[in-house]
């Protein structure tokens, strides 16, 4: 019989508000409810890094504010070569079409 590892429990609720709060108050970008799972897909590397298990882990350091640090790498996570994460604004994918709209 293998054991399996369990999966890291969803983050709460207002872990979920403080972060999207956090990316919106720094880089302008909104995060819909419905979206809010990529914020766990795009932080994990932080995590392992900081050697925590959940998001809420996180959130509690941001919050103490003893590593001025953290929100940075947090707001920068997503960021990381080869992470496409986030939704991108429409106004650079239209922008790499030559300023079209849809393609016919």
Do not use: C, F, H
């Not at 399996?4 to 720094?26: C, F, G, K, M």
């Not at 392992?48 to 929100?71: E, M």
Request: glycine share 8%; aromatic share 2%.
């Amino acid at each position: 019989m293998t054991s399996r590892a369990a999966p890291a429990p969803a983050a709460s609720q207002a872990t979920i508000n403080v972060l999207t709060a956090l990316l919106e108050a720094r880089t302008g970008q909104q995060i819909a409810a419905y979206r809010s799972w990529r914020l766990d897909t795009a932080l994990k590397p932080l995590l392992r890094a900081r050697k925590l298990d959940t998001l809420d882990q996180l959130v509690t350091q941001l919050l103490q504010g003893s590593d001025r640090s953290i929100g940075d790498s947090i707001v920068d996570a997503p960021r990381q070569p080869g992470d496409v994460v986030l939704p991108r604004r429409a106004g650079i994918r239209d922008a790499r079409r030559g300023g079209r709209g849809r393609r016919a």
